[in-house]
């Protein structure tokens, strides 16, 4: 610690109470509560008071903070920062797929640094690779009275806009597909804040026995926890990476037996590919493989269907799941390709019958980037640049429309003469519907029926594919590939 409390400060006092340690990097007076008759925090007492003797060290399970040398050993047990017991749910790399080291790619440079045959070899073998892959998805851009009002709230920024339709839009599709209904369990997968299952929530209105599994490995502020009153939803956050997460671990998925929809909005590359493993891999095959019968249909053997299921009686069948199955649909906006990752990455197969690899797909994932850095500067024109920066630390803070890059990257403006903005555009484009069909291609064989589509429009969101998937035996007209 650079300065000493002595120094004199004739522009700022410490405030009453408050401790008396000058912190030179900040230009003011430490702010810490002082014990009563104390002149600095237990922070600073060592560095600022000479006459005491003992030593104050760096953490080291955080160095952010000190401890007294002689009271470590004490603190480290109680030590915020410590490793916490692992809960049940917690099965290190669950999710992660095979590790095959034969294919593991060694130093790549990157591809400013191809040369102009080997950058040409690389679109040949994508354009070879997408030939007979439609390039042009259904738009389906829809909303849903939830959240009616809120998108007319005059109050709202150009960010809150942009959010909410993108929230009313996808709620619009789960709907479509039937899974909006009662007595279903929704996982939410990088829920940040759980904004998109909070408006699940209120489109359920009044439904029964409603779960929500909210997953985001990093601490954030639960800003819309507060708003969950309702008796009928049950709102459960896991603080944990989707690498490690075992649904059917978790006590209430593994007593209730309630079909699960996974969700999400804007997950990132590879979390997209841990979320699916995670959902149609560890859950639903470990639900199958038990060899008991669903909770559901050992009460239809006790109960008439009436009173296990009043609701189809009461018209309301079209969301009512005809077969229990272990996931009902999944609903996710894809995100961020160039964070995606071979080991992960669930369509191997489907990279592997194309003649392609785990240097090929390092290529394609990084060239990805290209379908959102070209639009760039026209999507930041379109939108208030000035409101942007303005509402830095709000809910835009979950997206990543820039695809990684920045107008001035070396990898917007390499290869000149080779590939103009619109040829790289394009070419990124076929990346991720190449990376994309690899992941429909999974889901196919699995026993679901997926689909990719436009959920929202370019200038609310570069980002704007949606990957949705019903179970091979739903009856819903909307499960088409």
């Not at 130093?107 to 354009?127: A, D, F, T």
Request: net charge positive; hydrophobic share 35%.
């Amino acid at each position: 610690m650079a300065a000493s409390a002595s120094t004199p400060h004739t522009t700022d006092f410490p405030a009453e109470g408050r401790c008396s340690y000058y912190v030179e990097k900040k230009k003011r007076f430490c702010r810490m509560v002082v014990a009563a008759g104390k002149r600095f925090c237990g922070e600073h007492a060592g560095a600022a008071e000479e006459e005491n003797a003992r030593k104050r060290i760096l953490c080291p399970l955080d160095p952010k903070h000190t401890v007294y040398e002689d009271q470590l050993a004490k603190h480290l047990k109680k030590c915020n920062s410590r490793e916490k017991p692992k809960p049940d749910f917690f099965i290190q790399d669950i999710n992660a797929g095979l590790k095959d080291e034969t294919e593991i790619p060694e130093q790549l440079v990157p591809i400013s640094s191809l040369s102009e045959e080997q950058l040409e070899n690389l679109i040949k073998k994508l354009r070879k690779a997408s030939e007979g892959l439609n390039s042009t998805l259904k738009d389906q851009i829809m909303s849903h009275p939830a959240l009616h009002d809120a998108l007319n709230d005059p109050k709202n920024g150009d960010s809150a806009t942009k959010h909410l339709k993108q929230q009313a839009s996808i709620l619009g599709n789960i709907e479509k597909l039937k899974l909006l209904g009662p007595r279903r369990c929704f996982v939410e997968f990088g829920a940040g804040k759980g904004k998109l299952s909070h408006w699940v929530d209120i489109a359920l209105k009044d439904a029964e026995k409603v779960h929500f599994i909210l997953v985001e490995k990093v601490t954030t502020r639960f800003k819309a926890n507060g708003k969950h009153r309702k008796k009928n939803s049950v709102f459960e956050r896991l603080q944990i990476d989707i690498q490690h997460l075992c649904l059917n671990k978790i006590p209430l998925l593994s007593k209730e037996k309630l079909p699960v929809v996974g969700i999400g909005k804007h997950l990132c590359g590879v979390a997209t590919d841990l979320a699916l493993r995670c959902l149609v891999e560890t859950y639903a095959a470990s639900c199958e493989e038990r060899n008991e019968e669903p909770l559901a249909k050992r009460r239809k053997n006790d109960k008439t269907d009436k009173e296990i299921n009043p609701l189809a009686k009461e018209g309301n069948e079209k969301n009512v799941p005809e077969k229990w199955t272990p996931v009902a649909g999944i609903v996710i906006a894809l995100c961020c390709h160039h964070r995606c990752d071979w080991r992960h990455y669930v369509g191997k197969e489907y990279f592997r019958a194309l003649g392609l690899g785990a240097v090929d797909f390092h290529y394609f994932q990084r060239m990805s980037s290209w379908a959102t850095c070209g639009m760039r500067k026209t999507f930041l024109e379109a939108s208030n640049v000035t409101s942007k920066r303005k509402d830095k630390h709000s809910d835009d803070s979950e997206e990543h429309d820039d695809g990684g890059c920045r107008i001035t990257d070396n990898s917007t403006e390499s290869l000149p003469g080779l590939l103009t903005v619109e040829e790289k555009k394009k070419i990124g484009h076929l990346c991720k519907l190449l990376i994309d069909q690899g992941r429909v291609e999974y889901l196919q064989q699995k026993g679901f029926s997926p689909a990719l589509q436009y959920y929202t429009d370019p200038l609310v969101s570069l980002e704007n594919v949606l990957l949705t998937a019903l179970p091979n035996h739903s009856s819903s007209p909307e499960t088409s590939a």
